[in-house]
Nanobody, 126 residues
Framework: VQLQASGGGLVQAGGSLRLACSVSERTFQSRFLGWFRQTPGKEREFVGRIEWRTRYTSYADSVKGRFTISRDDAKNTVYLQMDSLKPEDTAVYYC????????????????????WGQGTLVTVSS
């Protein structure tokens, strides 16, 4: 399984960005594709995830209603659409895959994900 995140950049507060995670076809055997973010000195934080088979999505309370995960199977890509961005959304964002054995209750924990892409930096200016 290989993942590659892209699309980060600098945006003003209130603006939008769309991150992309390019996945290999082996990702289709994963149970979840998750997005996490991290700032210096802090733990990696769950942002949202999509269950591969059902396409069911779930989000952290801090981004619910502003961020949306979708996938384009033809392009082997999962997207994180980020709207109404706030300065506190500034972080390095990562996509990750959790294996098929992952239980639902673990899907928000970074420890459940065993394959990670490189991060992409999102900076939101006030």
């Amino acid at each position: 399984v290989q993942l590659q995140a892209s699309g980060g950049g600098l945006v003003q507060a209130g603006g939008s960005l769309r991150l992309a995670c390019s996945v290999s076809e082996r990702t289709f055997q994963s149970r979840f594709l998750g997005w996490f973010r991290q700032t210096p000195g802090k733990e990696r934080e769950f942002v949202g995830r999509i269950e591969w088979r059902t396409r069911y999505t779930s989000y952290a309370d801090s981004v619910k209603g502003r961020f949306t995960i979708s996938r384009d199977d033809a392009k082997n890509t999962v997207y994180l659409q980020m709207d109404s961005l706030k300065p506190e959304d500034t972080a390095v964002y990562y996509c990750a895959a959790a294996p098929s054995s992952t239980i639902m209750g673990m899907s928000t924990r970074s420890s459940a994900y065993d394959v990670w892409g490189q991060g992409t930096l999102v900076t939101v200016s006030s």
